[in-house]
Nanobody
């Protein structure tokens, strides 16, 4: 099992920045891929950013590319999401997720473990 705990959410004005953190514990050596997803009220959970530890490859959807940066340290079992130039449409609960060798970075249902989420609210 892998336990994931997110932190760093909050209220920010449009154009501002936030940095989310995700602390992993447990069988973290089984995590080959980690990602961030978000879910706004009344909407499906969507992919925000992902990283494959082997090679450090990162992935983003067009909606956040150039504004969000995923990073982390697999040895320290910590994942980050730096969010800049935030927009009201970025308002959502943000989730950290971890997966093994079969996980496809942008595919929600391929992840094995999820955190409880942290709320991000961007005011206009």
């Amino acid at each position: 099992q892998v336990q994931l705990v997110e932190s760093g959410g909050g209220l920010v004005q449009a154009g501002g920045s936030l940095r989310l953190s995700c602390a992993a514990s447990g069988r973290t050596f089984s995590s080959h891929v980690m990602g961030w997803f978000r879910q706004a009220p009344g909407k499906e959970r969507e992919f925000v950013a992902g990283i494959r530890w082997s090679g450090g490859y990162t992935y983003y959807p067009d909606s956040v590319k150039g504004r969000f940066t995923i990073s982390g340290d697999s040895a320290e079992n910590t994942l980050y999401l730096q969010m800049n130039t935030l927009k009201p449409e970025d308002t959502a609960v943000y989730y950290c997720a971890a997966g093994g060798t079969r996980t496809v970075v942008a595919i929600l249902h391929s992840y094995d473990y999820w955190g409880q989420g942290t709320q991000v609210t961007v005011s206009s």
